[in-house]
C-alpha cells in the first residue's frame, strides 16, 4: 500500500507542473529583456554616431559658412572697385577683370564642392591696373 494518497500526487504533480511552467516563462521573459536591452543599447550606439557625424557636419559647414562669407565680401568689393569709375556700356558686356573676378568665384566654389584644395582669393592676388580701357 502507498501511504501517500493518490489525489496527493496528482495535485503536487500539477503543481510541479505549474510550478515548471511559470519558471521556463519567467526565463523566457528574461531572455526576450536581455536581447531587448541588447537591441536598445546598439539603437542607443547608432543614434550617438549619427548625432556626431551631424554635428561634425554642422560644424565644417559653419565653417564653410564663414569662409565663403568672407570669399563673398572681397569679391564684392573688388568688382564693386572695378565698377567704381567706369559706366556700364549699353551691351552690359563684363570688364575682364570682373569676369577673372566671377570665373575665380565659380572655380573656388567647384574646388569646395568636390573638396579639393581651394584657390586663391582674389584679395590675395596683386591688382591688375592694365586691364581698365
Not at 531572455?31 to 537591441?39: A, G, K, N, P
Not at 565653417?63 to 565663403?68: I, S, T
Amino acid at each position: 500500500m502507498n501511504p501517500i494518497p493518490v489525489s496527493w500526487l496528482a495535485i503536487s504533480g500539477i503543481v510541479l507542473a505549474v510550478a515548471g511552467f511559470a519558471s521556463g516563462w519567467s526565463v523566457q521573459d528574461w531572455r526576450r529583456d536581455s536581447q531587448e536591452l541588447e537591441e536598445l543599447q546598439q539603437a542607443t550606439e547608432d543614434l550617438k554616431k549619427q548625432t556626431d557625424r551631424v554635428a561634425a557636419s554642422a560644424t565644417k559647414y559653419g565653417q564653410d559658412r564663414v569662409v565663403n562669407t568672407r570669399e563673398t565680401e572681397e569679391r564684392t568689393h573688388e568688382i564693386r572697385t572695378i565698377y567704381k569709375d567706369r559706366p556700364v556700356t549699353a551691351s552690359c558686356a563684363l570688364p575682364d577683370a570682373t569676369q577673372r573676378v566671377l570665373n575665380a568665384g565659380i572655380a573656388s566654389a567647384n574646388a569646395r564642392a568636390s573638396g579639393e584644395p581651394q584657390t586663391e582669393l582674389p584679395a590675395d592676388r596683386a591688382p591688375d591696373s592694365t586691364a581698365r580701357p
